[in-house]
């Protein structure tokens, strides 16, 4: 027989049988012990008591309930506080040990429910005669209840515990029933009890189960079966959920000794509630709960293919990688990073690839975090310890094997409180990931079988040991053609669902979308795009309520065409007033003064058109650089005047020795370094010193050497992306980045006229020498 602990309340009115209710007001000091130390709001921590009777002063009756509290109600009078009790009864039980304010008790197993015809027509009879006269409309509810469940050891006790209430019965016969188990003998009593009531004749009329169903579905109309939480206490239902659970070895020694202890402890320590939370979160916690992976290449590029729009590398990269964890089983060691602008599907990729594989996704956002604490958790001995997002994620994903998508990579700061990154080393790497240490959870959690992808925006920002670990992708930007098949395909669908509206109801034409991206949108990705599309919806949903509104009670029905058609003007009238309309830099800075020229830069954001301006004014040849220009860039700029310097009178160029050269590169409050601006430089002093303007439909970019070389520089693919996005025609890039150039897109390639140099002089020829062109717009 299993005994155990729980807090009593004494008391020597009234007896509660099981599945009825009873409202105690608490006098006595010992109650008021029970209720202050267990059952107050910040004492709580247990929602059963044993209801016992009192015999005499010194003696207490052996059969007790075990009550489930429902409510406890509690004021002040008089300064002094005073409490009342509102307990459900759950079952009977034998004191084993009374030491207040508990006591030690052993559940009463009743016996199956076993009647003869006769008794239960007996029983049914009084049950009926009870709910239909119960003022109570509960009690009725859970007399017809229980008829219906066929429970009639409670449905006897509920019956009796109404005689009782209507002082039909006594204390010591209530007593006296409470300790019998067969339930013939208690619907005996019932019968019995009931029959002395002068005011309960039981008909003889027969028994209409119908009737019953009728009078049940006319209660429950308004009332639900009464909720009692589950009637173990918290430490054996956690107990039960731990003993489910298969723990690898070295583990189980150690959660079951901290059970044990957690037993052994009084609920009013301070360690008591830390252990429980502990061991709560050990329960919760996936050990051997896998997904199957379904990794079917076909099935998985056809996933990839229906899901997102363009990006093919990116495609192919991501199905060779589920191939090797077909062949492998595993997905240990290989981390993918997919890094590139912001919008352009990184993490909805990621989600790709775990719908296609069948396993779950987690997402942890690891942007601005400074703690190895936010990675690893808080030791146990800290206030508020808590677990760290690994394990969270973990608790949360339910299996040992989700994708985790670990976002923003590059925005880990390392704090006065560890490096977040060196946590992150060790859950990266296939050599320690087996043992994952967190330090709340502080025993060892195998983190091997997850499959881990990182996204960054920028991957110098990665710290190097961490950056060795990842297989970097490179995700770039949409052409104009990408972007409107993306937004056809897939944002257009989702944002007409979001809005409730049916594909039938909206016409949005081909124009409308390129209006939309060229005028309203600057950007690598396709989110501003999703969001122009999400404001278009909404004015055609409120189109749509409008009519419908006015349909209502109208004699005539409302003038409305279905589609409803948005093209430019449409776009234009519902934008406009939500955002700026773009104004491409061309257009800003046209016509070019000699000594400008649009040079290329990628930032975290995409490619953008960087304008190089310079002036100069009579001196001894001095350099004012502004702009905010880093250390490279101010060199690349000594470099384009010692080169021009050196060779002004070879190529018969004007030098600019009497002259002071101010450079200025706009949007003054933006960093701006590295080396690829030296051509754009070199180009813009020449035209300075010829005063001569440069193309205004051309940009350039590429390192320079003293000696006049074009050198190599990087995210060809966003430069002249950004150059398209503002109607520029040409581009030139050094002859040796010819293999980036090769893999551009054919679309791209055809609107813009890409110029491939190996020298200064070649560079500044394609942005001079060739009559002025004007831009596109
Ligand atoms: N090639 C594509 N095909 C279909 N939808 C796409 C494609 N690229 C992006 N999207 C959609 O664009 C939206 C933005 O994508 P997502 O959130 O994945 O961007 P991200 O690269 O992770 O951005 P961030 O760096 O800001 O986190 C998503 O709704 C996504 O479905």
């Known amino acids: ?19 009825a209710d009873l409202k105690i007001p608490i006098k006595n000091r010992n109650n008021i012990l029970t209720i202050e130390k267990y059952l107050t709001k910040s004492t709580g921590i247990q929602n059963q008591v044993v209801v016992a009777y009192k015999l005499s002063t010194e003696k207490v009756y052996e059969i007790a309930t075990v009550a489930y509290v429902d409510k406890i109600f509690g004021w002040t009078f008089n300064n002094v506080v005073q409490y009342s009790i509102h307990v459900v009864g759950l079952h ?17 197993e009743e016996p199956s429910a076993i009647l003869e015809h006769s008794q239960l027509e007996i029983l049914l009879k009084s049950a009926k005669y009870i709910a239909e006269n119960s003022t109570n409309e509960r009690i009725s509810f859970d007399i017809y209840n229980l008829m219906e469940e066929k429970e009639y050891g409670r449905l006897t006790d509920l019956c009796v515990s109404q005689l009782k209430q209507q002082n039909d019965v006594g204390y010591a016969q209530l007593l006296e029933y409470l300790t019998i188990l067969e339930i013939d003998k208690r619907v005996e009593l019932l019968e019995k009890w009931t029959k002395t009531r002068k005011s309960l004749k039981i008909s003889a009329e027969n028994l209409n189960i119908d009737d019953i169903q009728t009078k049940m579905s006319g209660a429950k109309q308004n009332l639900r079966p009464r909720k009692i939480p589950n009637s173990k206490n918290s430490i054996e239902v956690l107990e039960e959920k731990l003993n489910a659970i298969e723990f690898p070895e070295n583990v189980t020694d150690r959660v079951f000794s901290e059970l044990a202890r957690l037993k052994s402890l009084n609920s009013s320590q ?158 990266l790497d296939p050599e320690q990931n087996k043992e994952f240490h967190d330090h709340y959870l502080n025993i060892p959690f195998d983190v091997s079988k ?146 400008t020229v649009f040079g290329l830069s990628v930032t975290t954001n995409g490619g953008r058109v960087m304008p190089i301006e310079a002036s100069k004014s009579e001196g001894k040849g001095k350099i004012v650089t502004t702009g905010h220009l880093g250390k490279v860039l101010e060199e690349s700029i000594l470099v384009a005047k010692g080169w021009l310097a050196a060779n002004s009178e070879r190529l018969n160029i004007k030098s600019l020795k009497d002259f002071d050269v101010h450079v200025h590169l706009p949007a003054g409050s933006i960093n701006k370094d590295g080396p690829s601006a030296g051509t754009g430089l070199a180009c813009s002093l020449v035209s300075l010193a010829m005063d001569v303007p440069i193309r205004s439909d051309a940009a350039i970019t590429g390192e320079i050497s003293l000696t006049g070389h074009v050198l190599p520089i990087g995210g060809v693919k966003e430069k002249v992306l950004a150059a398209q996005r503002d109607g520029l025609r040409r581009v030139v890039l050094p002859r040796s980045n010819y293999e980036e150039v090769e893999k551009l897109d054919s679309d791209l390639k055809n609107e813009i006229e890409i110029v491939l140099v190996d020298t200064i002089e070649e560079a500044i020829d394609a942005m001079i020498r060739k009559s002025p062109v004007l831009a596109k717009l």
């Open 1 to 19: 027989m299993k005994s155990s602990e729980l807090p009593v309340l004494l008391i020597s009115n009234g007896v509660l049988l099981p599945g």
């Open 270 to 427: 301070s360690e008591y509630n830390i252990l429980v939370g502990w061991l709560e979160l050990v329960a919760a916690l996936p050990w051997k709960t896998s997904t199957i992976d379904e990794i079917e290449i076909s099935k998985a590029r056809r996933y990839l293919d229906e899901s997102h729009d363009a990006m093919n590398d990116v495609k192919q990269r991501v199905l060779e990688h589920l191939a090797v964890c077909k062949m492998n089983e595993s997905v240990r060691g290989m981390i993918l990073c997919f890094t590139g602008p912001p919008g352009i599907g990184k993490t909805s990729i990621a989600k790709a690839i775990a719908q296609s594989m069948g396993r779950k996704f987690e997402r942890i956002s690891l942007g601005g975090i400074r703690d190895e604490s936010d990675i690893r958790g808080h030791r146990r001995t800290y206030v508020a310890a808590m677990p760290g997002r690994i394990i969270e994620a973990l608790k949360h994903a339910k299996t040992d094997n989700p994708v985790f998508l670990l976002d923003e990579i590059d925005k880990l700061y390392s704090g006065n409180q560890g490096s977040p990154s060196a946590a992150l080393l060790e859950l």
């Open 92 to 108: 009977r039980a034998t004191i084993q040990k009374l030491s207040l304010p508990t006591c030690i008790i052993s559940k009463i």
């Open 450 to 595: 997850i499959m881990f992808i990182a996204t960054a925006n920028d991957i110098s920002n990665i710290e190097p040991a961490l950056r060795d670990r990842l297989e970097i992708i490179e995700m770039s930007g949409y052409t104009l053609k990408e972007k409107t098949k993306i937004c056809q395909n897939h944002l257009l669908p989702r944002q007409l669902s979001k809005h409730c509206i049916s594909p039938d109801y909206v016409n949005l034409d081909q124009r409308a979308i390129v209006t939309m991206i060229e005028e309203y949108t600057m950007e690598a990705g396709v989110r501003q795009l999703e969001r122009n599309i999400s404001a278009i919806c909404r004015n055609v949903a409120l189109k749509l309520a409008e009519a419908l509104n006015s349909d209502l009670g109208a004699d005539t029905l409302p003038e409305f065409e279905l589609p409803i058609n948005i093209s430019e003007p449409q776009v234009h009238q519902i934008l406009k007033t939500k955002q700026a309309k773009r104004i491409r830099i061309v257009e800003r800075m046209s016509p070019l003064q000699p000594g």
